[in-house]
């Protein structure tokens, strides 16, 4: 494979890891003399898709959420929907962190639509009902769907479900297609196995 940078040809690492909740995951590395440099995790397992339901309150701000690269987090009190792209990456973290990840977005939208103020006016409401959940005096919902059943909200007042195989593939999966020259289809799945 050739340096996207200046032609060359790049030095490619990988490896594969069991973690906890994600499953098999491959880790490449890519990195060229010019200094160019990317790296990867791919979940490379895929089960079946589901979506996981929670309201947020303050009494479990520090539920754990898991979202696979290819999870949807919706929170459809306040019109959010974070949907996965091309790079798109997973992550842990709580319910707290989703609304303060939410609350850095809507705050830079806000910024950038100063000269609108019915945009300003929308951040401004999106903002002030986070701030309630955060105290306490509201509840948002939070739903996290993922077609390939990566993602997971780990608490006993979750409500899972599975998808239709017809909801799942409305979704959005964040997947880039690589295409690998030069290797059979044995030699693939030998260089991968674990």
């Known amino acids: 494979m050739n340096c996207p940078a200046c032609g060359r040809e790049v030095k490619i690492l990988s490896s594969v890891y069991e973690v906890p909740y994600f499953g098999r995951i491959l880790l490449t590395s890519i990195s060229c003399e010019c200094g160019y440099k990317h790296s990867d995790s791919i979940i490379t397992e895929i089960k079946e898709p589901r979506r996981y339901t929670i309201k947020i309150e303050s009494g479990n701000l520090f539920t754990k959420v898991i979202r696979s690269s290819?999870?949807?987090?919706?929170?459809?009190?306040v019109g959010v929907d974070i949907e996965p792209g091309p790079a798109s990456q997973a992550f842990i973290t709580n319910l707290e962190g989703i609304l303060t990840r939410v609350e850095d977005i809507v705050k830079v939208a806000r910024?950038?639509?100063s000269d609108d103020s019915e945009?300003?006016?929308r951040c401004n409401l999106i903002l002030e009902k986070?701030?309630?959940?955060?105290?306490?005096?509201?509840?948002?919902?939070?739903?996290?769907e993922d077609p390939f059943g990566n993602s997971a909200i780990i608490s006993d007042d979750v409500f899972i479900e599975k998808m239709s195989e017809h909801e799942a593939s409305e979704l959005k999966t964040g997947i880039t297609i690589m295409e690998i020259t030069g290797l059979s289809?044995?030699?693939?799945?030998?260089k991968f196995k674990s």
């Open 111 to 113: 910024k950038w639509n």
């Open 119 to 121: 945009k300003v006016k």
């Open 70 to 77: 290819s999870g949807t987090i919706r929170i459809p009190e």
């Open 130 to 144: 986070i701030d309630r959940t955060l105290k306490g005096e509201e509840k948002l919902t939070l739903i996290l």
């Open 185 to 190: 289809e044995e030699e693939l799945k030998e």
